[in-house]
């Protein structure tokens, strides 16, 4: 099975979320495999869930002040705060050969992961039950659901997916450090609220750096790849945007992913929301 | 068990047909398979509807998921209890949680729908 490789680079929130759609717009119009994505972010952003609530969630003022970045997904889930982490992006289907339902995607992916923290000297674990109850917090790593990578209890890495039929974009955070309280500050919480939830979390999120595995990004990339090919016969070719995708994703960046009505309104259509000056956590 | 007066479509939706208009859900295999709901985006009354492109948008635990249109027609009626009760989807997925009612466009459309015996043996339930 040929898959895509898309070379690991560091850009804007806008941006690397508009380039995951466009690849995902390519895979439905069957204009490439499977595509695994890895990049990072130009600055500590805060991506929010498709349906999270911006501004009842997210301190905007602390945002703004910290010069934090802030992305709606298209993806599920809640908050994460991207800044010590590698974060890829899978985008395939059962046409390519890619499991049926949603679960079975899931483990796809975690199983290579798995293989591919072993080679780092991790021993992770799926996590196999729904969280309990209802979601109480903003943030996405208080809580893993089915087939969440786990080291010792503790969550290592956060994913989410967005589907049309049975072709998928799955979103994952890499943890290589954890900070929480740099996360909970940027909620919307009292500060007392706000330490008690960072000392949860931290109980509950575990990170490279904490297992004190430290390795270099080319590395462990090289090494998620290497498992794709050992478990499911996967090549890889390396290939950067086709001029169509790139286009495409332009403009996603300036109609959807860099606009005020994406990332603060979606979801929230009657709030009262204040003006925050169209681009500025492009 | 699959109600036997509804039809489905490959992408688990289910529709109860009454005269030239169509309540439309998803299935208890959709729900299943999705895991909680925990939000819902309908589609608006009065909204066009064309036949597999996105209607309403289902969050659960772990993805967000397009519902497909089923059919091309006019959204008349939505199930506006799932903004507050999105779980009525996992509950009562043939009941309560109903997601839309449309006003079809060509009742031709119907005869590409499956119906229980067909969709039971897509999702491997027929015994």
């Given at each position: 099975?040929?898959?895509?490789?898309?070379p690991y680079r560091v850009a804007d929130p806008a941006w690397n979320m508009a380039v995951d759609e466009a690849l995902f717009r390519s895979y439905l119009e069957e204009n490439t495999p499977p595509v695994l994505r890895f990049y990072g972010w130009s600055k500590p952003t805060i991506s929010i869930g498709y349906f999270q609530d911006t501004v009842a969630e997210i301190n905007l003022a602390r945002l703004r002040e910290l010069d934090y970045g802030l992305v709606r997904r298209t993806t599920g889930g809640r908050a994460v705060l991207h800044d010590c982490?590698?974060?890829?992006?899978?985008?395939?289907?059962?046409?390519?050969?890619?499991?049926?339902?949603?679960?079975?995607?899931?483990?796809?992916?975690?199983?290579?992961?798995?293989?591919?923290?072993?080679?780092?000297?991790?021993?992770?674990?799926?996590?196999?039950?729904?969280?309990?109850?209802?979601?109480?917090?903003?943030?996405?790593?208080?809580?893993?659901?089915?087939?969440?990578?786990?080291?010792?209890?503790?969550?290592?890495?956060?994913?989410?997916?967005?589907?049309?039929?049975?072709?998928?974009?799955?979103?994952?955070?890499?943890?290589?450090?954890?900070?929480?309280?740099?996360?909970?500050k940027v909620l919307n919480l009292s500060s007392i609220e706000a330490s008690e939830y960072a000392a949860?979390?931290?109980?509950?999120?575990?990170?490279?750096?904490?297992?004190?595995?430290?390795?270099?990004?080319?590395?462990?990339?090289?090494?998620?790849?290497?498992?794709?090919?050992?478990?499911?016969?996967?090549?890889?070719?390396?290939?950067?945007?086709?001029?169509?995708?790139?286009?495409?994703?332009?403009?996603?960046?300036?109609?959807?992913?860099?606009?005020?009505?994406?990332n603060l309104i979606r979801g929230n259509k009657e709030s009262q929301l204040q003006s925050f000056g169209g681009r500025i956590f492009a | 068990m699959l109600p036997k007066d509804l039809k489905y479509t490959a992408e688990h939706e289910w529709l109860k047909i009454e005269g030239d208009r169509a309540i439309v859900g998803i299935t208890n295999y959709a729900q299943k398979e999705l895991g909680d709901v925990v939000f819902v985006d309908l589609p608006a009354v009065g909204q066009r509807i064309n036949i597999k492109e996105g209607m309403a948008t289902i969050e659960s635990v772990k993805a967000v998921s397009e519902i497909y249109a089923p059919v091309n027609g006019e959204i008349v009626e939505i199930n506006d209890n799932l903004e507050h009760s999105p779980e009525f989807i996992n509950q009562d997925p043939y009941g309560k949680g109903w997601i839309a009612i449309v006003e079809l466009t060509d009742q031709q459309e119907l005869d590409q729908l499956l119906n229980s015996t067909t969709y039971a043996e897509l999702i491997g339930e027929s015994k």
């Open positions: 099975m040929i898959w895509r490789l898309i982490e590698l974060t890829y992006a899978v985008i395939g289907g059962v046409r390519s050969g890619l499991p049926l339902g949603l679960m079975p995607s899931y483990l796809y992916i975690s199983h290579a992961l798995i293989e591919a923290f072993s080679e780092l000297e991790i021993i992770a674990k799926l996590h196999q039950g729904m969280p309990q109850g209802k979601i109480k917090s903003g943030a996405c790593f208080d809580a893993p659901s089915w087939y969440e990578l786990m080291v010792a209890g503790k969550k290592l890495v956060g994913s989410a997916q967005y589907r049309q039929g049975e072709n998928f974009l799955q979103h994952g955070s890499i943890l290589l450090d954890f900070d929480a309280a740099a996360l909970t949860i979390l931290q109980r509950k999120v575990t990170s490279f750096a904490d297992l004190g595995v430290f390795t270099t990004l080319e590395r462990m990339i090289t090494t998620i790849c290497l498992a794709f090919q050992k478990l499911y016969q996967i090549e890889f070719e390396i290939s950067d945007l086709t001029s169509g995708e790139y286009q495409q994703a332009q403009e996603l960046m300036e109609l959807k992913y860099a606009t005020d009505n994406w | -």
